[in-house]
């Protein structure tokens, strides 16, 4: 995971902080930066062309939400180079079913990131 950099896309404080902590247990050196609105991290990964990103994307969030983040990202020809996990406590099967068809998002996950699933995904990703 040295040549990524983990972005959680969240507008809640405290889901951003849990998840924070989660990360830094499991991946104490990764750059990981936090964005509260959509519109932050796709400007962030504008401005960062070549890096490889693993999002951390929740679905609900005001002005723009998750699904409308990506939408963006593929627009503006930013997705080479991400691996997106959406991160939600929907129930909704309609956003489950919308994740298994979006060949940008690798897996639909609950709230809150678990060590067991960080682990997961961190062995996914070992060269």
Not at 30 to 38: C, Q
Not at 58 to 67: E, H, L, V
């Amino acid at each position: 995971m040295q040549n990524y950099e983990i972005l959680l896309v969240d507008d809640d404080d405290l889901i951003n902080l849990v998840h924070q902590k989660m990360i830094r247990k499991y991946w104490p050196s990764i750059r990981l930066e936090v964005f509260t609105s959509a519109e932050q991290c796709v400007h962030y990964i504008a401005d960062k062309q070549g890096i490889r990103f693993v999002l951390f994307v929740d679905i609900r969030m005001p002005q723009k939400n998750g699904w409308e983040l990506l939408q963006d990202l593929r627009q503006r020809g930013l997705t080479e180079g991400l691996s997106v996990y959406i991160v939600s406590s929907s129930l909704d099967p309609g956003d489950i079913a919308r994740t298994r068809e979006d060949r940008l998002v690798i897996d639909f996950l609950n709230k809150p990131l678990t060590g067991e699933i960080l682990l997961g995904i961190k062995a996914s990703f070992l060269d």
